[in-house]
């Protein structure tokens, strides 16, 4: 019995602990609930500025959490509560236990106190009560009765403590505040409303930004100025004051600094200086209490701009040759004064750049610009060598430091020939690797006689390769004639190429459109498959031909090289001697210098010499190359020996260095003269044979020539001679008419409302007249002739313009025009009548030549006609050769044609008794010949017996003695004209200058000036 009432006294217990941790951990969660919102309340209260309120309100209400926390406790779990009040707690769990558990206490207290009922009973009834107790799940039952409690302080607390976390975090200020109170029993009040008003500030700029001091009142107390600004504050209090501080604090909100305040009454005063973004407010002393206004007034430090700085010219990267200038133009400004302005040069390996001061600060402005010319020689840069500069500008910020900008960067570079001559010869290489990548790509992939669309979409790749390969050839040419050291057969050798490429791309271009038309034969198939043959064997030459000629333009460039070694030797040897009989040993430091710039000097040369080398073909790239690498070791004898004072041995060792180099010069030119030598001699020997026979036609057709010139002498002496001894007075009557008709011609120009175009035939017709006056005086008829017939022409259309604006007008400008429609009737009369009287000076050959001249003009005309057809057997020769290698292009087949032509105009002239005109055709003829027989004897010669170069007719872009229409353009050769006067085209270009209309009244002088000048 005992035992059963012990262990329901247990589990009773144990049910009251259960019920009292439960009760804590619930009141705990409420405490803590409360104690966020208070906290959350508290700082709400400290941002609106009752920091105070809000302190008192969280302890009061923790305070009061805490007491009906304890109270509760008590309540619910008393300290003193008996077996029998756990019993009652049991059964409000467990209902199904009736009153079994407050019986069974009740009974046990009874059998201690040796009650009135059965131990037996009493027992029974403990065991079974015992029983049913161990049978409650009270845990399970005392969760379910708070469940819906703690489910709801669950949520008062998230949403409490959600509430402290966003007012923490929301309320800077009221945080804060709050923690200073808390930490800081005396902290000073916080006031909502603004302590201090009527501020008035008073700024005082910096002295370089050149502003005046400015006043602003009646503002908010904003303050906005340039860094370094200082600023008189001064403002008025609401009540008086005992003490003042300006509070100077960053834009977070942290302490800067504290300024001091004079305090006179209600009126404070202090100064500060602004240099940077920051806010303040004021702290006052009223009445013993401090107090700190809540709004705080920003300070704005605006910012020195950076100046800015423009380089307007050059616009854009240089090269310049020789001594030439640069213009600088440029330009800068900023928000308060450009203080300097310069120009920086930047060498590679310079450590520090040069600086040329173009703008200084004695004055500054806001914007500023100017013009430098820049000098090469203030730089001393060399040839093929570069500089990059650029401008910079400082401000004249005296607060923060001088501010630097820059312009944009650019390189000037100093026009090497060497070096671009080398840069062509490189692109010669690309063309010639594009020529053999091309030549691979015909060799594998041949035309099918059969066709089919692979095929002729293969011959359309090529033709696209051959398109980019004429493209890259015109371009290239281009630039060689622009090269001062590209020889004229060098440039004869790519057009001659490039002829060859354009040529094969139209042919191919051509055949693909026979072989893929719908009816395309066999025959066509076959027709491009010869042609693709002939092509091929055609551009196989043509590669090997400008490989040749590629390594022997690398040879004459390292010879050029190699020149320039021994010169940079010669630096070299003068600088030792120069040291030698000086002794100073002031110069020997700069002579020191000087010559490890000459040592680098040569090292950078026979590098150069080396990359060239390795682009020769095989058998040359081992030109003197063991001597090559003993140069550097030489150099580095020469610095020791010079280092050591042996100038003896420097010398000897200098000369050395000098035969060294003469040797591998040596080479160069033996490498020259056999390049070539042996693939190119059978060619060669053609050649000379082809220049021996253009030099058999050239000599006969001169011989004709001259017999002509000879016959048209007596023709034109003839002629005269028909004048007889009135020749003067012919000249003086035809020049009477000239100026009869120039007379009448100026009275024209003085007429009113003459259209523009009237005036511009007037203006040539007076130019024809003065030509055929000057001609007449020189007594060059036939020439004369000629401008006469011009002068006509213009005349006849001056007249008949005139007519024409009579008859569209009124009769106002009719009779305005009268006048000078008569004297354009007379003009045009004398003019006619002054050609009519120099045709009469050349009758039909008929009339004046013998028998013996006319049979003699026909066997003339015959052997031209024979010399024609010569010339034309040679132009085949010539074709054939061009098949051969590249030598002969479009210039000298023109050339040749050319000289056909004149033959064949000189025959019919001949034939038709035209003999003046017939001696000029033939001239002509002779001179194309000669022209080019001398060109075929270079190309035979080569160049030192070597490989034969191109016909360089000169390099032009035209054949020579031709414009670009095709047209001759070569000066005519007058009758009569003295042959020890000045050439015809210099006679010609000065007639050009003598049609310019003269000043008035100075005709007559100028036109005088200018016939002595032809004379």
Known sequence: MVANGQAIANALGWLRSALWRMTFVNLTVAYVAVLGFACGLGVLFAQWGYASVGLGAIITMASAAAIAAIWLIRQRVPADAGRL??????????????????????????????????????????????????????????????HRARRNLRWLLAACMTWAIAMLLICDAGRARLAALVLDAGAAQTSDIPLAGDIRLTYRYPAYTQLPPRVVEGGDGSMTAVAGTEVLLTATADHKVEEALLRVTDMSGEPMQSVPMTVDGQVLATRLSILRDSRYHFELVQDGDRIVEKMSRPIRAAL????????????????????????????????????????????????????????????????????????????????????????????????????????????????????????????????????????????????????????????????????????????????LREDKLTGDEIIAAFSNVGDHVDATRNQRSRDLTGVSAPLASSADFNRMLAHQLEQIALLENDIIYLDDLLALQRIDELKRTAKELLSAQRNLAELLQQYKDTQDPALRAALDQQIRDLRSRMMELLQKMASIKQSLPGEYRNLEAAAMNELGDQLDRLEDMLREGNLEAAAAELEQLANMVENMMNSIDRAQQELGTERYAELRAELAEFGKEFRELEGQQKALADRAEKLAQEYRQAAVDRVGKNLDAFVSRARKKAARALEALDEVANAPEIFPHTQEEMAHARERLLDTDALLENRDFAQAQSMAEQAQARTETVESLIDRQMQYNSDNIRRNLSKANRASREAKKHTRELNDMLKKLFPPANEVMSQNQREQMQRMAKKQRSLERQAEQLGKKMDGLSEQLPLFGGEPRASLDSAQSEMGQGANAMQAGELPGASQHKRRAADELGKLREALEKASQGQQGGMPLPLGMGGGQGRPGRGNDGQHSEPVEIPQADKNRADPQFRKDLLEAAKQKAPDRYEGAVRKYYEELIR
């Open 85 to 146: 009040e756990q019993a009652r707690l049991a059964e409000s769990l467990a209902p199904e236990l009736g009153t079994a558990a407050t019986s069974a206490v009740t009974l046990s207290d009874d059998v201690v106190d040796g009650g009135r009922f059965s131990a037996d009973l009493i027992d029974l009834h403990l065991k079974q009560t015992r029983a049913a107790l161990d049978g409650v799940d009270f845990p399970g039952r005392l969760e379910h009765r708070h």
């Open 304 to 479: 020195d701009e950076h100046p800015e700085v423009h380089l307007d010219a050059p616009a854009s990267d240089l090269i310049l040759k020789d001594d030439q200038n640069v213009d600088i133009l440029w330009r800068a400004k900023d928000d308060f004064g450009v203080a300097e302005v310069n120009l920086v040069v930047e060498r590679l390996g310079q450590a520090n750049p040069q600086k040329i001061p173009l703008a200084t600060s004695e004055q500054t402005g806001q914007r500023r610009e100017d013009r430098y010319r820049w000098s090469l020689s203030d730089i001393n840069l060399a040839p093929g060598n570069d500089v990059r500069f650029f401008l910079e500008a400082f401000d004249n910020d005296t607060i923060s430091g001088p501010k630097r900008a820059v312009s944009a960067t650019r390189t000037l570079s100093v026009f090497s020939a060497s070096k671009h001559h080398l840069e062509l010869l490189e692109r010669q290489r690309q063309l010639l690797e594009r020529l053999v990548d091309w030549l691979a790509a015909e060799l594998v992939a041949p035309f099918s006689k059969t066709g089919g669309d692979q095929a002729i979409a293969t011959q359309r790749s090529l033709v696209a390769t051959m398109d980019q390969v004429a493209s890259d050839f015109a371009v290239l040419i281009i630039d």
